[in-house]
């Protein structure tokens, strides 16, 4: 249980699980010029196709060019997962007491993705020239399991981040993390949290004087 | 040794949560400066990420600030807050 573990290691129920704080930061002048930068935090945690919590923020900033003189800032970003932790009990222990719940999903599952395949392949055959060739990729994805299947689950965040390792790994571990995992009904946990993620394309910032951080 | 002019004042309560309102994700950001001059206008957003099972709060705060910065202008003591937070519904809490 979440609960007595976070007991067991003496921690206190409302620290955040990932913090990262910019106390405060002072310069006396910067130059800044971006083209873009985005920011962004991301829990994603996924058990089956039973739960899947997606939970986060994102920011973005693009053309900027100041001069700043005076500056002042401080940022703070947070993630708690104890309310990950108590989902995922609930919806394991669920399955734990009525393990036909996975049978059924995993028939709805297969019925559903059947369908689909169905459908693209139809496409695909009534499809002329390129069109029905690149109907051919989904249908693999979806037919052929493992990693292509997983990935095409995932939605776009899978092909986004790495930074998060920090947040939902535990879950990955614990739920063997392969693709295929999710077939099997482990679980699997995948956060971009814990790190927020920045990217900035060109420009910079220049800071010169007296301020310095403090 | 002439004196340091003084910093702008930044809101307050960035960074603090209460636990009737703490969020699962959150990021919480405040900058301000003496002077603000802009040579292009520049573009932003931010926004919560998630479905209909997650509750979100957004906080945003400008002080001196016009709504459109155009190029060339200049602004003096200004500030601005931006917190973006998001919490599972679900939660139990």
Redesign the interface.
Known sequence: MAAERRDEQGRDGGSPDVVLDVSRVAVEEVVMQVDTLHARIALDARLADLVHLHVGADAEVTDVSLELKGVDAEAHLRAHLDNVVTIFDRALRTVDEHPDVLVELAHTVAETTEAVAGNLTALGAGGNGAGGEGAEAPVRALTGGGAEAAEAGGGDEGGEGTAGDGGGEGGADEGGGEPRAAQRGGARSRGDGGGARSRGNGGGARARGRGGGR | MAA?????Q?FAG??T?T?AS??????????????????????????????P??LTDQVSQRRNLPKRLEPGGVARDVAVR?R?????R????
């Open positions: 340091r002019p003084a910093r702008p930044l960035a960074g949560t636990g703490r969020a699962d994700v959150e990021i919480d950001a405040r900058a301000g400066a003496r002077e603000l001059r802009a040579r292009s206008r520049p573009r932003s957003r931010s926004a919560p990420i998630g479905g099972s997650v931006r973006v937070a998001a919490r599972l679900a939660a139990g809490r």
